[in-house]
Nanobody, 119 residues
Framework: QVQLVESGGGLVQAGGSLRLSCAAS????????MGWYRQAPGKQREVVAT???????NYVDSVKGRFTISSDSAKNTVYLQMNNLKFEDTAVYYC?????????????WGQGTQVTVSS
């Protein structure tokens, strides 16, 4: 069973930075896409940023220019660099990975890491 372990969350003041890490128990090259989602209290989980196995990153409009997703295949780790954090970025952030087979698609989630931005 694939395991995704997030780290790097915490409490930061508005305008500050954090870097989230997601360490995978298997080669990240085996996933067609990995990404970060977040869920704020009372809201649905939303995608924040994704990165394909080819290295293409995509972002939700609200974080463009502030967040950067990257990967390190040698460490089997995906990162989310978050700069100029805003109060509305406060949420639990989850790492996600998708692996596609001919006969099925497998989805994997981490346990989540809390990011709290104080205004």
């Amino acid at each position: 069973q694939v395991q995704l372990v997030e780290s790097g969350g915490g409490l930061v003041q508005a305008g500050g930075s954090l870097r989230l890490s997601c360490a995978a128990s298997e080669s990240i090259g085996s996933f067609v896409v990995m990404g970060w989602y977040r869920q704020a209290p009372g809201k649905q989980r939303e995608v924040v940023a994704t990165i394909t196995s080819g290295g293409t990153g995509n972002y939700v409009d609200s974080v463009k220019g502030r967040f950067t997703i990257s990967s390190d295949s040698a460490k089997n780790t995906v990162y989310l660099q978050m700069n100029n954090l805003k109060f509305e970025d406060t949420a639990v952030y989850y790492c996600h990975a998708r692996r596609i087979f001919i006969w099925r698609t497998d989805e994997y989630w981490g346990q989540g890491t809390q990011v709290t931005v104080s205004s």
